[in-house]
């Protein structure tokens, strides 16, 4: 089932086309100051890559959760085109650099989110268009994120992304920081 919800079904909050632009360009900028935080090795500047980043990733994650609301593509070549969209430059990188996949933290960064989206979208989908539905699920989901992310000694965080490695890397970025968020 693709296309826009009929008539009568909630619709999702979207951006007017002026607060669309102004999210591209702000997206632009960041990307150009991450780069340039990076390249100049600009330590001064790392609260603000951090909330930079964090925006970033809510921007990115808006738009998918946006595209699986109105076109309900959920199928396995939609999840395979975004993975080689988000990661294709990153893998040569790792292979040609010989640098492990965390030294580029923004790519696992955002195909970890949009998996969550995709599963926070595609779960009981029939829900998305009910007047509580997709609010309850966002919530249940900010729960299971705080209780892998945030609640003690469970060790779940680590099951989950022990394979990304835990020693620090030779970037000043070190192992999983920026899973952390700010």
């Known amino acids: 089932m693709t ?36 390249y100049w090795k600009a330590e001064f500047a790392y609260q603000d890559i951090r909330c930079y980043i964090t925006c970033h990733l809510w921007m990115t994650g808006y738009g998918n959760m946006q595209f699986f609301f109105a076109k309900r593509d959920f199928s396995f070549l939609r999840v395979l085109q975004m993975l080689w ?14 640098n492990p996949y965390l030294v580029y933290y923004i790519c696992p960064l955002h195909t970890f989110f949009f998996f969550i989206t995709y599963l926070l979208m595609g779960v009981m989908q029939s829900e998305n268009l009910t007047k509580w539905g997709l609010s309850a699920k966002i919530v249940i989901l900010a729960v299971l994120l705080w209780i892998v992310y945030d609640v003690p000694n469970t060790g779940i965080f680590h099951v989950m992304f022990g394979w990304l490695g835990t020693t620090p ?8 920081r920026h899973w952390y968020g700010l």
């Open 3 to 38: 296309g826009t919800p009929e008539a009568g079904q909630p619709q999702p909050p979207s951006l007017t086309p002026e607060q669309e632009l102004q999210m591209r360009n702000a997206m632009f900028m960041m990307q150009f100051l991450f780069l340039a935080y990076h």
């Open 85 to 98: 969209r988000m990661n294709f430059f990153c893998f040569f990188l790792c292979l040609t650099m010989d």
């Open 169 to 176: 890397t030779q970037a000043s970025i070190g192992s999983h």
